[in-house]
């Protein structure tokens, strides 16, 4: 993991909460049960810095 852009993943869980992640690749979204721990450390929840569930 390189940490640009490019390796960022939009991810959701089984209660359709929304993540932003850095994985390998750059797959289309996945779930976040699909993401190693290492990948999960990364991952930051949408809602904490758009401000509204679904946006």
Same mark, same amino acid.
């Given at each position: 993991?390189?940490g640009d ?5 939009w991810v959701?869980?089984? *209660?359709?909460h929304e ?11 996945r *779930?976040?049960?699909?993401l190693s721990e290492? *990948?999960?450390?990364t991952?930051?929840n949408?809602?904490?810095?758009i401000?509204t569930?679904?946006?």
């Amino acid at each position: 993991m390189n940490g640009d852009f490019g390796s960022l993943v939009w991810v959701s869980d089984k *209660e359709g909460h929304e993540y932003v992640c850095v994985a390998n690749g750059n797959d289309d979204k996945r *779930e976040l049960d699909g993401l190693s721990e290492n *990948e999960r450390e990364t991952c930051t929840n949408v809602n904490d810095f758009i401000g509204t569930d679904r946006w």
